[in-house]
């Protein structure tokens, strides 16, 4: 199988997300490089001043400054706007006197007043920065500072936030009193607070500043979770070749359920469009007329014994296999479960497939032998899993229990490998919260699955794909439409990687 020849590293590095604890050590390895705190802090107030500059004009602005280093950037950044014109106050957490180090050296350079922080100082004020805690916040919100973002929000005035909105965890995403930023300015890389809900709601538009931190910074963190992006997986991503043909591109099996028969007959779809050679569907044969009558290009195969299921499953036509939509919750889905994860071929596992083990997780745990994929919302996951924790953690714990991909579906969908790598997905609309968009994501995995793909990149491409397509439909869309825009998001892929390979080259040969 050929593949996409990208030069993908520099993105896939932009793609990681760090925890809090890991941009502390970022900032202490940028100071060890010879970087100097003084100056970070310098750097991520000013780009917090361009940006803020880059969208509106001169007006009242209230900067909302806190007793640590966020209060610090918020000192710069009145400090740069005032210096170009624009009317700052600054409204204070505790007393500048009491901050330390390089966040007191920013504050001294500010020679206007500092009021005492309340909601009264947002009066006459048309912009706020928020630059009291930023991610660095561990608890809710409270005080002067719950009140007077509060009434910040109630007053509808626009909000920039430094680092994260106040009351937004940045390791989680978790609101703890937060507000709504229309802007939030972080550095260096995102954070799961960034990415994940309710936190992304509540970050408004996101900019990743440079603010000096050497790129070698990110080697010494060794970073395990990303934002979903092709730079991640584009490289791996089937491409057909002049010399190929329907069996190189993988055989993909899904099994169809019976009397529901649309979900299966939607993943089939998905699992074509994203590029197997060959797709069929495994039916029982009452179901026969139904699968026959309606698909074209999927090959329907009837079973009447379990013997016969048996033997599809033991040939060697099959790339990788797909349970679950429409299968229903019983114990002939158990068992067909547990024969296809008997074969440790690439497999997916979703919807019903997933709730048939809610008496006995364990059984999942120990059937699964090779190359897997689970695909849970938050019902099915609660079922088989341990719901304690935010959404990254849990997902991460599942995956390392069960020694599977986890894909925990949802708006901020996270996508866990057993060995702690995981990635968070930032774009799917909220057009996929229809019925059967499930099932449609499960086939696009097949389908990538069975050309040869890993799990956890199969999983990742899958996921942004489902996302990329519902995009192209907007409002209105119907899972059904999903398997038949996929076309469109592969032409853009590959027409973007093969305009980027030409301008590499014309850059070399210059």
Request: hydrophobic share 45%; with cysteine; aromatic share 6%.
């Amino acid at each position: 199988m050929n593949r996409l020849n990208a030069e993908s590293e520099p993105s896939s590095r932009q793609t990681a997300v760090l925890t809090v604890r890991q941009m502390t050590e970022a900032d202490r390895l940028s100071v060890a490089a010879g970087v100097s705190s003084f100056e970070l802090m310098g750097n991520a107030g000013a780009a917090v001043a361009r940006e803020i500059g880059c969208r509106w004009t001169p007006r009242p602005l209230l900067v909302l400054c806190g007793p640590g280093n966020n209060g610090g950037d918020g000192f710069v950044v009145a400090h740069l706007l005032a210096e170009a014109g624009w009317p700052v106050r600054v409204a204070m957490l505790g007393s500048r006197f009491s901050l330390q180090a390089e966040a007191r050296q920013h504050a001294q350079r500010w020679v206007g007043e500092v009021e005492a922080l309340s909601p009264s100082v947002l009066e006459g004020a048309e912009l706020v920065v928020d630059a009291l805690f930023g991610a660095g916040l561990s608890r809710p919100l409270e005080g002067q500072a719950l009140d007077t973002l509060a009434a910040a929000g109630r007053g509808c005035v626009p909000i920039v936030a430094i680092d994260t909105p106040s009351g937004v965890m940045g390791d989680t995403g978790e609101a703890l009193g937060a507000v709504k930023a229309v802007l939030t300015v972080t550095f260096f890389r995102k954070k799961p607070g960034h990415l994940l809900l309710p936190g992304r709601d509540l970050c408004g538009e996101v900019i990743v500043a440079d603010i000096g931190t050497p790129t070698s910074v990110l080697d010494a963190l060794a970073p395990l979770a990303f934002e979903n992006h092709p730079a991640l997986w584009l490289a791996d991503l089937p491409r057909v070749h002049a010399d190929s043909n329907k069996h190189s591109r993988g055989h993909a099996l899904v099994f169809g359920g019976y009397p529901m028969t649309g979900a299966a007959r939607m993943a089939a779809r998905g699992a074509a469009r994203a590029g197997a050679g060959l797709t069929s569907i495994a039916v029982p044969e009452i179901a026969l007329p139904v699968y026959a009558a309606t698909l074209n290009s999927i090959m329907v195969h009837p079973w009447v014994t379990p013997e016969d299921f048996g033997h599809l499953l033991n040939g060697s036509r099959f790339s990788a296999w797909l349970v679950g939509p429409g299968a229903g919750v019983n114990k002939d889905t158990f068992g067909h479960v547990l024969a296809m994860l008997a074969t440790a071929r690439p497999t997916v596992i979703d919807a019903d497939a997933i709730t048939v083990f809610q008496d006995d997780p364990a059984a999942l745990d120990r059937a699964i032998q090779g190359p897997c994929v689970l695909t849970p919302d938050d019902g099915e996951f609660r079922r088989i899993f341990d719901p304690a924790g935010d959404k990254l953690s849990r997902t991460r714990a599942a995956a390392l229990r069960c020694s599977a991909v986890v894909v925990l579906k949802g708006s901020d969908t996270v996508i866990a490998a057993p060995d702690g790598r995981a990635i968070i997905n930032n774009n799917a609309p909220s057009a996929l919260a229809t019925a059967g968009s499930g099932a449609v994501l499960g086939g696009i995995i097949l389908g990538l699955l069975a050309q040869g793909m890993s799990a956890f990149t199969a999983a990742a491409a899958g996921v942004w794909l489902h996302g990329a397509a519902a995009a192209e439909c907007g409002p209105g869309l119907l899972a059904e439409d999903l398997p038949d825009l996929l076309p469109i998001v592969f032409r853009r892929l590959y027409s973007s990687v093969e305009a980027c390979q030409v301008r590499d080259s014309v850059l070399r040969n210059r």
